[in-house]
């Protein structure tokens, strides 16, 4: 288990670090400053998310279950915050209109929360050595 979510993590790194260059140099000429940063900002949530999992395929002081949880909320909600804000952000540059599955940010953005608060809720069981 511990290598399937260190493995996703380092997969997340390299595709946020793909994108952060492709913002960075391809799009910076075709996208507005706003639509740039939010870009940006789908990025910079992807990273902090794979450095999660990198953590938390590395520590023994959270439970496998719990491993998995995160592995699945973190997936999905990348999936669905960082990806919609890359479509959002695109729009005008594809012939699909992301602002009709708009709705699907926030719900992204909650999982990422989650897998947070689960990973804390875990850590508060641990034992006081």
Known sequence: MNKKIVV????????SIVLGAFGAHALKE???????????????????HALLLLFAGNSSNIRVNIKKLMLL????????????????????????????????????????????????LDFLKLKDE
Do not use: C, H
């Open 73 to 120: 909320l973190v997936i999905i909600g990348v999936l669905l915050f960082s990806g919609s804000i890359y479509g959002l952000a695109t729009n005008d540059l594809t012939g699909f209109n992301f602002k009709n599955i708009a709705f699907i940010t926030p719900i992204g953005g909650f999982l990422l929360m989650l897998s947070w608060l689960i990973m804390l």
């Open 30 to 48: 075709v996208l507005l400053p706003a639509e740039l940063a939010s870009f940006e900002t789908g990025v910079r949530y992807q990273m902090y």
């Open 8 to 15: 996703t993590g380092a997969i997340l790194i390299l595709i």
